[in-house]
């Protein structure tokens, strides 16, 4: 199957920190990988490297390729309106706008292959039910699937999102990442980086774990699970 991202020797470093060791990564179609390791592992650096984003001062080497195309030098806005979409750990969403406010906010009206507000609130009919609400007033899994539906307008290849567990109930944890696999089945590419590794075992088809910016081992989640070394991270996050 085509590789619809690569990145080949891609390396982050905030000033003389290396965040990310060389790295050759292929994020095949329709598959949902997931970067898996503990805090300070380098997720949230790879994900933005590919983003074309940055928190501070990251200086990044190596090459990013959406399919054939070259866009390590391209800017985050170039990427997302070539379908590399970043929800990040913030969400980025506005507490003090309406659901519809937010969803509406970065659309382009001239802008192919968009999403319909009616296609985000059919695949998301809890946001549909409390679009005049404000943002700042809803759980946070509803939050999490709002930044995940404000990111769908744009309709993007390469979805990817930032531990989107995070402080989330189990129950609501499971649903989101059902919602993310269905995209997958549905033809979206998704790369997903979590601390929570149990819960991203029966949606991953491929798991990447990082440690200290280098990748320690990948593979299914088969192929992984009783592996100590995944074992080691994911009980290194439970202390
Ligand atoms: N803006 C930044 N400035 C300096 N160092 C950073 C910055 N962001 C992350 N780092 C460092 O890079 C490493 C990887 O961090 P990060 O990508 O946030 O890991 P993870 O998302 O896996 O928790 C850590 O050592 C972290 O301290
Ligand atoms: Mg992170």
New binding site residues.
Partial sequence: MSAILTTKGLTVR??G?V?LQPLDLEIPEASLITVV??????????LSAIAGW?????IQTGDVFLREEDISKRSTVYRANAGVTLVPESHSIFYSLTVEENLTLHRESHREGQRSLEEIYELLPRLAERKKQQAGSLSGGQRQMLAIGRALIANPTLLML??PSIGLAPQVIVEILQFVRNLVDSGMSVLL?EQNVTAVLGVSDELIL?ER?SVLTRGTPDELKDDPRLIDAYLGTES
């Fill in positions: 905030y000033g920190n965040a390791g503990s805090n300070g592992a380098g997720k949230s650096t790879l940055s928190r501070g001062k990251a930032d531990e980086s990082l910016g």
